[in-house]
Nanobody, 129 residues
Framework: QVQLVESGGGLVQAGGSLRLSCAAS????????VGWFRQAPEKEREFVAV????????SYVDSVKGRFTISRDNAKNTVYLLMNSLKPEDTAVYYC??????????????????????WGQGTQVTVSS
């Protein structure tokens, strides 16, 4: 069992930055790939980024490439999402999710919610124009 708790959301102006954190319980955190998803009002949940258990492999949705960076510190059982150059369209509730399923980081499976076994409660990110 893994419990995930997101933090770091808030209100920021366009062009600003935020760093989200996903803190996990459990002693085998490095065995889990962790993804970030987001859901804007009246929109479907969208994959944002994923990082492999070792932290050595990552993948991003095209709309955030070059602006967002996913990383992890397994010693702290935490995954981060650094978001730079934020845009109003990045406004959403951001969720982290974890899975023990192993795929190539760019795999379609990691972009789909069904792949993940554990989810956090979400943190709101609001970008004003």
């Amino acid at each position: 069992q893994v419990q995930l708790v997101e933090s770091g959301g808030g209100l920021v102006q366009a062009g600003g930055s935020l760093r989200l954190s996903c803190a996990a319980s459990g002693r085998t955190f490095s065995a889990y790939a962790v993804g970030w998803f987001r859901q804007a009002p009246e929109k479907e949940r969208e994959f944002v980024a994923v990082v492999a258990g070792s932290g050595g492999s990552t993948s991003y949705v095209d709309s955030v490439k070059g602006r967002f960076t996913i990383s992890r510190d397994n010693a702290k059982n935490t995954v981060y999402l650094l978001m730079n150059s934020l845009k109003p369209e990045d406004t959403a509730v951001y969720y982290c999710a974890a899975t023990t399923k192993q795929y190539w980081s760019g795999s379609y499976h990691y972009t789909q919610g069904y792949t993940y076994d554990y989810w956090g409660q979400g943190t709101q990110v609001t970008v004003s124009s």
